[in-house]
């Protein structure tokens, strides 16, 4: 049975090439006609997916890139692996998933499984996706399932393979049918009840990141009071064996996962009635954040950041990826550029953004910021200048300097 996966992204691109080298043959259907050319090149934005194994899969026939769904004679496999991002007040934008649900509606024959493995609200596959395909094609008997992605861009030891999967379908047949499909490259795979209990999982796990991040970063604005290092409080705290999990202070969250499910989990509640009040709080405190460590930095700096030549090594959302969604080095250089200060910013992955370029690391500089400390990043320069340098990476890695926050 063929498999047609809508959206070749950060989430839907390792799902096509994983599900073809496990011998399943596998249209990967995207939008972004500029996006399938690039992938047909053999060119991939994943960290995920070398580029050699797209051509080589392509070369086999068991991959092909489309930007049209095919129109079909026997049932396939759908996935739905499009983006699911918050609109300005921080709703969810449902739009790209009903236009795959259109999509599929146009094209999808009895006896398919539908699998939604976009991040949505609880509810999303039995409330939103089977009600529009149902009406859309007009069908009576198709599986849906759902089997929220698991997906950390450049983990090197958790991978789709590795990492355990959720899954479920809305009865029966369909939790069989999905349980098979993944159980092809998935080395674990855990069914739950219904689908509402894998679509909760997916929201909570990154919901729970959220609310230790913003925890820890209240950490952070009392240990700078108190003049103490939050990365030897969370060392100690730390050496118990039992009942605590390390976080580690930031400048914000990014990505495609943490400041967004848990937005999502809030929008369920409010569905049934119900106020997740910590959440939104959590929310609150890393949205703004920004400003606190800002005005830190212009003690400092003497109390004023105008004309003060300050550079940003690293402005993606995560170490080794160049994914730019979502991530707070872009809202902290603005700040820092409305209070004056000229901003330059290096970024081996990212390049360009904002019609801006990367930098070369700079020696003459006011201050310099560590924000996303690629692998790439040489930080030699600046420690043989003597550059001021403050280090806000999210992490325990020791650059050469203390860690500001």
């Known amino acids: 049975m063929d498999l047609i996966i809508l959206g070749q992204g950060y989430v839907g691109l390792p799902l096509a090439v994983n599900a073809a080298k496990s011998g399943i043959k596998v249209y990967g259907f995207d939008i972004d006609i500029n996006k399938i050319n690039r992938l047909k090149l053999g060119i991939s934005e994943s960290p995920e997916v070398k580029n050699s194994d797209l051509m080589k899969l392509q070369e086999d026939k068991k991959i092909e890139f489309i930007n049209q769904l095919p129109k079909l004679k026997e049932s396939a496999i759908f996935v739905i692996a499009v983006p699911t991002p918050l609109l300005k007040n921080r709703q969810p934008d449902l739009s790209m998933l009903e236009k795959a649900c259109q999509l599929i509606s146009s094209v999808v024959v009895d006896g ?107 950490l952070s604005e009392l240990s700078f009071r108190f003049n103490f290092s939050t990365q030897e409080a969370i ?63 212009e003690g400092l700096l003497g109390g004023k950041l105008q004309g ?16 730019l969604r979502e991530s707070p080095a872009l809202t902290l250089i603005m700040y820092l550029k409305k209070l004056g200060a000229f901003v330059t910013w290096h970024d081996p992955l990212v390049k360009h953004w904002n019609n801006e370029n990367s930098t070369l690391l700079k020696s003459e500089l006011d201050l310099a910021l560590i924000v996303t400390p690629h692998d790439l990043i040489d930080f030699s320069i600046w420690k043989n200048a003597n550059v001021k340098v403050l280090d806000l990476s999210a992490n325990s890695n020791d650059y050469g300097w203390p860690k500001f926050l």
């Open 112 to 218: 398919s499984l539908i699998i939604n493995e976009s991040t949505s609200f609880i509810g999303t596959l039995s409330q939103f996706v089977k009600p529009k395909i149902d009406l859309g094609s007009g069908l009576m008997n198709i599986d849906y399932a759902v089997a929220p992605e698991r997906i950390d861009p450049g983990n090197k030891e958790w991978n789709m393979q590795s990492t355990p999967r959720i899954v479920s379908g809305i009865d029966e047949k369909s939790t069989r049918r999905v349980f098979e499909f993944y159980s092809k490259f998935c080395s674990q795979v855990n069914i739950v009840s219904k689908p509402e209990v894998a679509e909760a999982a997916k929201l909570f796990e990154n919901t729970f990141r959220l609310v230790n991040i913003a925890l820890v970063n209240e």
């Open 235 to 297: 060392t100690a705290a730390s050496t118990k064996p039992y009942g605590f999990l390390a976080f580690y202070p930031s400048i914000g969250v990014g990505g495609h996962c943490i400041p967004v499910d848990p937005n999502y989990l809030s929008y369920s509640a409010e569905q049934v009635g119900a106020n997740l009040d910590l959440i939104h709080l959590a929310d609150k405190i890393n949205l703004e954040i920004h400003q606190k460590i800002v005005s830190r930095i």
């Open 308 to 323: 003060k030549q300050i550079q940003v090594a690293g402005i993606a959302y995560k170490p080794n990826v160049s994914d």
